[in-house]
């Protein structure tokens, strides 16, 4: 008869950068039940709306994730933008989707690194990081910043990029494309890597819709969602297709993830060839009275924002559903049933972001 | 992104259950719960997408009044229904499963239930 245990799983551990902790049920060396719990470092970022006038908690939604910073400013300032019915100048659609898509590239370059660590490939890891460092000098050029880039703001940008500073960011990607291809392809191809992923943590296509699953999560079980194709920034009139794999494993999810940068690349340049003149920015006059949903794709999948305000400077609500939130259950789901040595990478192949989750 | 359907319906809590069930069967599958505090009480939204159109249904129990929990019909739910419970004092009955105030590891007990 099999022997029941439950193992304590984080919130530190060697392959979480943040905290998060579960309680694994195991019989043996099988997982049969998952409790997760968080909450180690909740910040209540969301909660200081009560605080900060709207235009400045920009600067907190900005802060609420050092990977998808861009991203989280740019989901604010979308939903407010709808509710007092600002239309932002079209140079500033293109450049907050030029640092979006930045950012999606250094996300997934840190999450291939991550996993190259948990796999014990140490060369994978210290390659993809070294990549990632060139998108981060990038965003060091033009925003500022390496991490917080203090962008975005209610009515377009606060900085704008000249012809040189653009043609940087072509020269900087073509060099971080070419030498990604070997990486790539030792990720796909790879015996060790292949023995680690393929068939493990199987997630379904009816499980990961009924589970709630978002991004590269989904699109790794062959469901065809990416909320680019809303159109919001420049994305209308760019080339946006969902990248998707059939099997659901580990390998599927990590497959989703390399094309996506090679796809972020190419929006990246499609973007800088298409971009306007113009101003980057409108003026803001009065306070937000109504409310709206906005939905982006962060590099971890659909992120949903609400905001709510009543003509106030303050807004009522504001509300941040995270991609790791939603990838929570399906987590638990995949988790079921595997081996205890697998819980690790299966934990990262959702590429979990803590720190939006504790906003 | 005005191209695709987004609204928000106001429902009661008799259209409650009937309409989530109406949501699962129509193929809407569940994005989002957000919890609002108003004045006694709270705004519950649910929000659902089928391809890329969003409804979100929006419900506003009294402070005391229970709300069914949805896992039933969506089995995701149960993390946000958590959250609720655990961040704004929502009380929401029969969440499967119900992690009684543990999910988030936080000292204080409903902290986002009053305005400041």
Redesign the interface.
Known sequence: MAKRSIIPFGPQHPVLPEPV?LDLVLEDETVVGV??????V?R?L??LV??RDFKQYTYIAERICGICSCGHGLGYC?AVE?IMNIEVPDRAKYLRTIWVEMSRVHSHLLWLGLLGDAMGFESLHMESWRLREKILDMFDATTGGRIIHSVNQVGGVQKDMDSTMLNDILRAIDEIESELRPIAKTFLHDYTVQSRLKGVGILSKDDA????AVGPMLRASGVEYD?R????GAYKDLTVEPVISKDGDSYGRCEVRIKELFQSFDLIREAIGKIPQGDISVPVKGNPDG?????IEQPRG?A?Y?V?GSGKKFV??F?L?TPT??N???MVEMLKGCQLADVPILILTIDPCVSCTER | MDDYRSEIRKISMSEFFPAIVHMKTDKWRLVQICATTIEGGYEMSYSFCRGYDMVTLRLEPKEDEEVASITQIYPCAYIQENEAAELFGVKIGRIKPDYQDRLYRIDQTAPFKDKE
């Open positions: 902790h409790i997760p719990s968080i909450g180690f909740h209540g969301e909660k009560d605080k979308l709808q819709i009924a589970q709630g909320a194709l809303l159109g919001y409310e709206y949903f906005v939905r659909e949903i609400y709510k009522d609500r509300r559903r939130t939603s929570i259950p399906p």
